[in-house]
């Protein structure tokens, strides 16, 4: 696609609920990334995947966390047992390489009540 | 947490005025980007900078990367509305990870 899409772009869930949030990177691009976003901070880092693989995991909060990219292109950031704390935005980037500029997509706001 | 240190946190410009804006790293980075998000928006890629003291300008934009590769700063000239948002820095912790800074969150008064 043109750009990075993201799905949905507003999740309310209930504490305890399992959410899964889906990204579409540009056709083409290896490099997909999960950053989440509190409000008055930078993206922060949470799992790197080159192919179809992790390759970086380390930002990932703890294990309720999990990540996929089956086929190497759509990715699904999991969460189970969700915490009100694990509300923010949650942000997926591309690149077609590792150490280039990354192309956001417009977010899934996340927010757990 | 974030390696990367930007300041000011906040930054309130009368229109047509300069201002400047900036980024250190407690390590040397290979590179630097610098991302501009809107308010309600995503991180827009504006420039990557790769060379030691390398300067480079975007229109009424001029970014720079200091000679030690642990610092960056973003000069704009003659503030407009339109440069209302969070700039953010962020350095390549290694191939491929970026560490972003907090921002610097420009407000402008017409």
């Known amino acids: 696609g043109a750009g990075v899409s993201q799905t949905p772009s507003n999740k309310v869930t209930e504490k305890g609920k399992y959410v899964e949030l889906r990204c579409d990177p540009i056709?083409?691009?290896?490099?997909l990334y999960w950053y989440r976003q509190s409000l008055g901070q930078g993206p922060e880092f949470l799992i790197y995947?080159?192919?179809?693989?992790?390759?970086?995991d380390s930002g990932l909060p703890n294990d309720r966390f999990f990540a996929v990219r089956p086929e190497g292109s759509v990715s699904t950031l999991k969460i189970q047992r969700t915490e009100r704390g694990d509300s923010a935005m949650y942000l997926c980037?591309?690149?077609?390489?590792?150490?280039?500029?990354?192309?956001f997509g417009s977010g899934t706001r996340l927010t757990v009540v | 947490g974030q390696q990367v240190m930007q300041i000011p946190q906040y930054q309130h410009v009368q229109e047509g005025e300069d201002f400047t804006t900036y980024c250190n790293s407690s390590?040397?980075?290979?590179?630097i980007q610098w991302y501009k998000q809107r308010p309600g928006g995503h991180p827009v890629f504006l420039i990557q900078?790769?060379?030691?003291?390398e300067v480079k300008k975007q229109k009424r934009l001029t970014f720079q990367f200091g000679e030690a590769k642990k610092n960056s700063s973003l000069h704009i000239t003659a503030t407009q509305t339109t440069d209302v948002g969070t700039y953010f820095c962020?350095?390549?912790?290694?191939?491929?990870?970026?560490?972003f800074g907090a921002g610097t969150t420009v407000t402008v008064r017409a």
């Open positions: 980037a591309s690149s077609p390489t590792g150490s280039y500029g990354y192309t």
């Open positions: 056709s083409g691009h290896t490099a």
């Open positions: 995947f080159q192919g179809t693989g992790a390759a970086d």
């Open positions: 390590t040397t980075l290979s590179n």
């Open positions: 900078l790769v060379k030691s003291g």
């Open positions: 962020a350095g390549f912790l290694n191939d491929y990870k970026l560490s």
